[in-house]
């Protein structure tokens, strides 16, 4: 099967081996991966602050680039940049009829990665194994605005040798919110480090999830955490591709 | 306006307060786990019920919305028919000019109140106590709050923020109590005092939860009987009703009743609940001589016709704040508004207006669950980020900040700068990181930057794009004829 991929701009920035493993996990599937070069960030965080017009730039360049693909459907990495393209998009555009037509088809090809595995590959076992004990951070885009809840713990409870630990209220958000983070962060440093605790509590080895934004605001709590004393043993951030592209 | 308060702070300010109070922080978050719990097992248990209810408030509410001009004018038809006096109030001055006149009517000067959002808003307790009249609130959190010159921290359990000891402490130093810290004891006292002023006062003021248009009547949902005692005890009654309480008829007032105390307190039903169709009639033992009723706008109108217009179904349960993971740490108090969390946001903005609220519509990371979790489906957290459009839009969003968004346009979208910011960054992010992989708390000099390192490490940039990878992993899959297939 041919699927064009989303990785969002956080893996193409800071965390090229999610995107990596993603694509081993697809083409360990069968599927032939492309991926247009002239995409960069669905630019959710302009609109999440306000700046609807700004974003509308950003915008145009992901519809470009994805609409061109020849390949029907579309693999996200990241649930919130979905969310973004498929939910916000129509609010970005709303003054832009021609966008605002091209980016509602263009929605309807998207497809969130565990989703795309469980729901459209029809797979639950993809062949990992992976002997450690896992918690999976239920965030806000992947599981509540989007819907999907079940395909990660399906994917998560299939591979072999992981131990699943439910964290208390897995899905209260992680406190990232994007400009969020950086506009309020007091706030959101009490978010976060409250979402740390109840993974500590778990004992989990190694915290999951499937939005990268999420993963890169938890991995750098508990790093902070790790260094002031107030977690005492290194706990894994790790996306749910990697884990599914593991063999240890 | 009343709505906001303690703005001589910052909401920086505010928040910094509350996160230091280890007692209220602690309060509020034991308190929403409690009604957290308890509206979840309450909603499991109706199934596909809760649902359906939720549509169906929601088809009701819209409707009344819709057609706001023919259900207030049916509404005050009708509690006009039932013997009320009604007052329509434009604004929140209107409404306490209005009160003031029946106050200087009867020559009364003594009122017993119990808990209205409306009288908040408009600061009626203020107005009142300046022109002369006492005015006691005799819902018990109320009574704690006015005793103990405090504001709300949260709108349906408005004293979350004291525990037993701090109650027993005000009263003893305000009213003289000298007994334990037992809640029982406590409200004995609380009961005492009441009683005497419930038989002296000459006007009783009250809310509303919904009024229903049909009939012309007014309810109150209560768990203390003080309300009951506000609405049938002084020979005066004044009742403050927001244009957006009244619904239809009294098939629609079963639906938000059924939802009402779910949603507030997991409880299935209060345990006082009263509709009032007008004042005593001929052989009625009881019940006001008289009943003005506020209908108040102050607003709603405006709403109404704006993009906010969702927010007219809200009905003030305070599930929105049970859930969110902002206000569990800052409450009401963070906020500084008589309506805080998620639906605070929303209202607060669209009644106060941009210039009043600093820097609220942002303290929310859009994570939705108060929407997931309104009785009434509200897309509160689209709402708050509509506020950041408008915001942006009216250029009321701070001018230091726009050069950054223009950059982030900019640089999101134009390959070559993308890519030229990536191979300079690492480098300088490398060497702030002193070599290391992430930015840490040595980084909170660099404006931006110490948003995040403040209380999070922040990861350098990699050294290869993924894109790079890419293209050169289907370069080898071309060169070994594979097209990933296997």
Known sequence: MKVAFFPGCMVDMIYPEIGIAAVNVLE???CDVEMPDDQICCGQGLINSGYRKENATVARMIVDAYETSEYDTIVSLTGSCMNAIVNDYPIVFKDDPVYLERTRKLGERFFEFTDFIVNHLGVTDVGASFHHSVTYHKSCHVTRLLGIVEPPLQLLQAVEGLEYREMEHADRCCGFGGTFSFKQPEIAGEVVYEKCRTIIETGADVICGADVPCLMNIKGALSRMRSDGRLDRDIRVMHIAQILDARE | MSILYNTDKTLRERVSDCLEDDFKHNAIRTAQEVFYVKRGELVEEMGDGWQQLRLHSMEVRNHVTENLDYYVKQFAT?????GCVMHYAPTGDDALWEVLDIFEKHGATYAVKSKSMMTEEVGLNEVLENAGIKITETDCAENILQTAES???????PALHFNRDAIADIYREKRGYTGSS???????????????????AEVGIRGCNFAVASTGSVTLVTNEGNGRMVDSFPKVQIVFVGIDRIIPDLEALDTMLALLPRSAVGAKMTAYFSLDSGPRGAG????????????MDNGRHTLANSEFKDMLRCMRCGACLNICPVYRHITGHGYGSIYPGPMGIVLTAGLAGYDQIDTMAFACSLCGACAEHCPVGIPIHDLIRQHRMNIVEQGKNHAVEVPIFKGLELFWSNKPIYLAAMKAGRPVMKAIARGEDALDENSVWIPVVKGWTSTRDFDVLSETRFRTW?????????????????
């Open chain 2, 284 to 295: 009625e033992v009881d019940g006001p001589e008289e009943v003005h009723i506020i209908l």
């Open chain 2, 182 to 200: 037992v809640p029982e004891e406590i409200t004995h006292f609380l009961r005492k005092i009441l009683r005497d002023e419930f038989m002296e």
């Open chain 2, 470 to 486: 890419f293209k050169e992993h289907k370069k080898e899959q071309a060169k070994n004829g594979k097209g990933g297939e296997q």
């Open chain 1, 28 to 30: 360990r599937l069968g």
């Open chain 2, 78 to 82: 009708n509690a006009e028919a039932n």
């Open chain 2, 151 to 157: 504001k709300p921290s949260h709108i349906v359990v």
